[in-house]
């Protein structure tokens, strides 16, 4: 819930626009995930981030662990990129994984 | 491709019954985790494992128990189900350092 807080909630994107999501952490985050969770319902992993910076074609993610955020970027939206982003953080010492409350997108020609 | 098998996919159980939803991993991973997913909520933890016998406390464990007994398997039970517990619950499985793998989903729904 507070301790991982997801930002917009929704967001509609027209084909081939830029965006941005973000997730502030109120717990000591050693790794965050980011997650696409497609219509049908299944979880599919995009990025596995330490502090740091990672890219995989249209996607771009970065975790600043002393400002206790991550974003994720999505450059040049397709159709395809519809469904809801979930970021997770690993709280430090307990081996728990917690999620955010979720940003769904939706992609429009 | 990690591979996580949840069962059963859908169920439907009376106020008061009885639950097991099964999850089976064959990658070896040490951690295992119980999620449920409920719209304005996200994925919300309600216990882990760090391997055969193990059994910690997630963030909504109240009505749930757990038990890990091989590395492959972890159940969820719910003893006395209640139409709270109507959700759709992911089981996920993860080595040390690595990402989460999710199961494709269990739909419960409590009448």
């Known amino acids: 819930g507070d301790q991982v807080k997801q930002s917009p909630s929704a967001l509609s994107l027209q084909e081939g626009t830029n965006s941005a999501l973000r997730c502030n952490f109120s717990?000591?985050?050693?790794?965050v995930q980011w997650f696409l969770q497609n219509p049908r319902g299944s979880l599919m992993n995009l990025f596995y981030?330490?502090?740091g910076t990672k890219e995989n074609g249209r996607l771009k993610s970065t975790f600043n662990s002393k400002e206790s955020y991550s974003t994720l970027h999505i450059r040049d939206a397709q159709l395809e990129d519809s469904g809801t982003y979930f970021c997770?953080?690993?709280?430090?010492?307990?081996?728990?994984?917690?999620f955010g409350t979720g940003t769904r997108l939706q992609v429009s020609p | 491709e990690a591979a996580v098998t949840q069962s059963p996919r859908n169920k439907v159980t009376v106020t008061g019954g009885n639950v097991t939803l099964s999850c089976r991993q064959t990658n070896s991973h040490n951690y295992m985790y119980w999620y449920r997913q409920d719209t304005g909520h996200g994925l919300r933890l309600i216990h882990y494992?760090?391997?055969?016998?193990?059994?910690q406390i997630g963030d909504v464990p109240d009505g749930y128990k757990a038990t890990r007994t091989t590395q492959e398997d972890f159940f969820l039970l719910l003893e006395l189900a209640s139409p709270s517990q109507t959700s759709l619950y992911f089981c996920a499985s993860t080595g040390s350092g690595n990402t989460l793998y999710f199961g494709e989903g269990s739909r419960l729904i409590v009448v």
């Open positions: 997770a953080a690993e709280a430090s010492n307990t081996d728990k994984v917690v």
């Open positions: 981030l330490v502090p």
């Open positions: 717990i000591a985050t050693t790794t």
């Open positions: 494992s760090y391997g055969a016998g193990n059994l």
